[in-house]
């Protein structure tokens, strides 16, 4: 593969996880593979845009999925990610020639302050 189209490929994959909710999504499938009602309950999202995120993952080629009868369960593709060998890391995924490393922590990462200043200002805007 050519530098640019592997560059493209790398790209992609960074921009499929740079997102608060999917690093969110990315620390719970960490500890393991998990049906799309479950991970919008951990992540405390609506079911609609959990799947959205998901979807957005796999097919930038981060998740991989399987039918169990009617739930659909997801996981980190293996060849992408690394469970934690130490307490203090849940994995690494390597995407491309960058790694991101998931440290395990008592609860997953807080939702990015500015989207809780945007819901505010449109709660507020609203009265």
């Known amino acids: 593969m050519t530098e640019f189209a592997e560059a493209r490929k790398v790209a992609a994959l960074l921009a499929?996880?740079?997102?608060?909710?999917?690093?969110?999504?990315?620390?719970?499938?960490?500890?393991?593979?998990?049906?799309?009602?479950?991970?919008?309950?951990?992540v405390k999202i609506k079911m609609v845009?959990?799947?959205?995120?998901?979807?957005?993952?796999?097919q930038a080629g981060v998740l991989e999925d399987e039918k169990d009868g009617r739930r659909v369960i997801y996981r980190l593709r293996p060849d992408i990610f690394t469970p934690g060998t130490t307490p203090d890391v849940l994995g690494v995924l390597m995407l491309g020639s960058f790694r991101v490393v998931l440290r395990a922590k008592p609860e997953a990462p807080p939702v990015s302050p500015t989207a809780a200043v945007a819901k505010t200002r449109r709660k507020t805007a609203k009265k």
């Open 49 to 58: 845009n959990m799947s959205h995120h998901l979807g957005v993952m796999r």
């Open 16 to 42: 499929a996880v740079a997102e608060p909710t999917r690093l969110r999504v990315l620390w719970q499938l960490a500890k393991g593979p998990e049906h799309v009602g479950n991970l919008a309950e951990l």
